[in-house]
């Protein structure tokens, strides 16, 4: 998806239009993509309530799929996100969270 939407990957009208169809064609690995890129242009603009809310919605979306790389990744992304916002001990939470997946062995 990143080389497919590489020209588009900072474009929030692009990227919302493309999270809209996923939603809407229950493409989930679509929308876990547009949510976690979405929210980094977010954080990347120092909106960090809103890149949380981003990240915490992908992570949601990744855990209706059982999908254990998108949902570490999505971890690792919200970790990011609190982070940048300062909030240390909600970054580590969900760092651990990431590095003790069961996945992970």
Same mark, same amino acid.
């Given at each position: ?33 547009? *949510? !976690?890129? /979405?929210?980094?242009? &977010? ?7 809103? #890149?949380?809310?981003?990240? $915490?919605? @992908? ?15 999505? *971890? !690792?992304? /919200?970790?990011?996100? &609190? ?7 909600? #970054?580590?939470?969900?760092? $651990?969270? @990431? ?7």
């Amino acid at each position: 998806l990143e080389i497919a939407l590489k020209p588009s990957l900072q474009d929030t009208l692009i990227l919302k239009y493309f999270l809209d169809s996923s939603k809407e064609k229950k493409y989930y690995l679509g929308e876990v993509f547009a *949510l !976690n890129q /979405l929210g980094t242009i &977010y954080q990347d603009d120092s909106f960090f309530d809103k #890149a949380i809310t981003l990240h $915490q919605k @992908a992570l949601a979306v990744a855990d209706l799929m059982a999908n254990p790389v998108l949902k570490i990744n999505s *971890l !690792n992304m /919200l970790s990011l996100a &609190y982070l940048r916002k300062n909030a240390i001990q909600s #970054a580590l939470d969900n760092t $651990q969270l @990431a590095s003790t997946h069961p996945s992970i062995e």
